[in-house]
């Protein structure tokens, strides 16, 4: 494809659902990451992947959260039992390797608990 | 603690001046920088690398600088145009020498105005 993909654009769920955000990274990307930005901030670390490899999730803010990637291509980031403070905009990037290459974000989904 | 700075305040400037933002960093060791920009509703785009043994980085209208000792990184923007309006993000890696971890300062907004 010709970028990162995120589905849905938007979610809103009740608190207590859980919620799974998809990510569907640039064909040949080996690192996948998982981003969450507020209103006027800077995107925040949440976790990231070599291929179908978790190799950082220090970012994950309590254990409701996990991510999997288990073909090493699409990535999916699942909130359990949601709360109002889950609320964010939650973006994907994609880089061809975890060195200095650069990342390429996704247009991110916006995910609202009510 | 780690600290990322960059202006929050908008900076405002004419077309065709040179735009200058700010990226202070303190106990940080990175290896290299990045900057990016943001645009409303969007994801952030990758703009420039520096790496910290380089002093300078040009592209096209774009400029930036990595001063290790000062814990600074400045981006120029050189006759700006209302389209350079967006807010201009920079990361730092955690000092491995990979983008394992990114870390995004808040952001300083761009306004060029006719």
């Known amino acids: 494809g010709a970028g990162v993909s995120q589905s849905p654009r938007y979610k809103v769920t009740k608190r207590g659902q859980d919620v799974a955000l998809r990510c569907d990274p640039i064909s040949g990307h080996v690192s996948l990451y998982w981003y969450r930005q507020a209103l006027g901030q800077g995107p925040e670390f949440l976790t990231y992947f070599n291929y179908e490899a978790q190799q950082d999730k220090s970012g994950l803010p309590n254990d409701r959260f996990s991510a999997e990637r288990p073909e090493g291509s699409i990535s999916t980031l699942t909130i359990q039992r949601t709360e109002q403070r889950d609320s964010a905009m939650y973006r994907c990037?994609?880089?061809?390797?975890?060195?200095?290459?650069?990342?390429?974000f996704g247009n991110g989904t916006r995910l609202t608990v009510t | 603690s780690q600290k990322i700075e960059q202006n929050s305040e908008a900076l405002n400037i004419q077309e065709g001046k040179t735009a200058t933002l700010t990226c202070n960093y303190t106990?940080?060791?990175?290896?290299?920088l990045q900057w990016y920009r943001q645009d409303p509703g969007r994801g952030p785009v990758f703009l420039l690398l520096?790496?910290?043994?380089?002093k300078e980085k040009r592209k096209e209208r774009l400029k930036v600088t990595f001063d290790t000792t000062l814990k600074q990184s400045l981006f120029h923007i050189t006759a700006s145009q209302p389209a350079d309006s967006a807010t201009y993000l920079c990361a730092l890696d955690p000092g491995t020498g990979t983008a394992s971890k990114l870390t995004f300062g808040t952001g300083t907004r761009l306004q060029v105005t006719l």
């Open positions: 520096i790496r910290e043994n380089e």
């Open positions: 106990n940080y060791s990175p290896a290299y």
């Open positions: 990037a994609s880089s061809l390797d975890s060195y200095n290459s650069p990342l390429h």
